[in-house]
């Protein structure tokens, strides 16, 4: 399926048109010619447009441009989703997409490997890593951008994976099913139901549950345990995972299974 078929592209001919005579003027924008605008954004001088450089840079398209490409990202989430056939398994993470122009959604962070240029939400199949819907970071985080990006999959009883910045005990609260690992600091964190890093012994696990949530302390290498939080999972179920021994040597350890799963 082409991700820019002949329906769209006749959709942004007609409400460009419309724009223009709302604006009291007209605008006889051709099928053809909208082919060739969208050939020349392949042309890498007008990334210009967003320069440094008050010779080139366009302040009036480096500002509007994302409420003006709102439909086609709609488009293409439509268009992932109706392409491929995922696993029930969904990933909630967020990617880095490069740029050093000006705006105000711009991110700077010097610990990703591309560390300058827009944040996008994502969610992808967690066995194929395909991506079927994602939104661009406008300020939105935590439980209302898990619960924004996965409402479309709720219904089909997926399981959705994510990692400590997303998770908190309320998200699980709302969310069919869940699992992720969660910071200690979060709000309602059962803090004094688990044992400390200290109490535990390589391989050792901890657990607490309140209804349908439980949180489950596990002590890997490290100098922190690793803490998971989950509705989907029973966390008496145990696994096993392979470690290196003090003098190299592979080591069978025991692992909750919800921890074994979100690492999968």
């Not at 992932?80 to 990617?95: A, G, M, P, R, V």
């Not at 010097?110 to 240029?117: A, D, N, Q, T, Y």
């Not at 997303?166 to 803090?191: A, D, E, V, W, Y």
């Not at 100098?223 to 021994?245: A, C, F």
């Amino acid at each position: 399926m082409q991700f820019m078929n002949v329906a769209f592209m006749m959709y942004i001919v007609d409400q460009s048109s419309l724009n223009a005579s709302q604006r009291g003027q007209t605008l006889d924008l051709t099928f053809d010619e909208l082919e060739v605008i969208f050939g020349m954004l392949v042309i890498p001088s007008l990334r210009l447009y967003w320069s440094d450089d008050h010779n080139f840079h366009v302040p009036r398209i480096a500002k509007i441009i994302l409420y003006t490409i709102r439909p086609f990202i709609q488009h293409l989430n439509q268009t992932f989703k109706k392409s491929f056939n995922s696993s029930h398994y969904f990933l909630i993470d967020e990617i880095m997409i490069r740029f050093k122009g000006r705006s105000s959604i711009k991110q700077y962070l010097p610990i990703k490997p591309i560390k300058s240029g827009f944040k996008v939400w994502v969610v992808a199949c967690g066995v194929s890593g395909y991506m079927i819907n994602f939104e661009i970071y406008e300020g939105t985080l935590g439980k209302r951008t898990v619960v924004s990006l996965a409402k479309s999959f709720e219904t089909l009883g997926c399981c959705l994976f994510f990692y400590r910045f997303f998770s908190s005990i309320t998200l699980l609260r709302t969310l069919l099913f869940g699992c992720g690992t969660i910071m200690q600091n979060r709000k309602h964190f059962p803090k004094n139901l688990l044992k400390t890093y200290k109490d535990l012994k390589f391989g050792d696990s901890d657990y607490t549950v309140c209804g349908e949530i439980s949180v489950t302390k596990w002590k890997d290498r490290g100098i922190k345990s690793v803490v998971v939080v989950t509705n989907m999972h029973n966390p008496e179920n145990s696994s096993t995972v392979e470690r290196k021994g003090k003098y190299g040597n592979k080591q069978t350890v025991t692992c909750p299974t919800l921890i074994s799963d979100y690492n999968m």
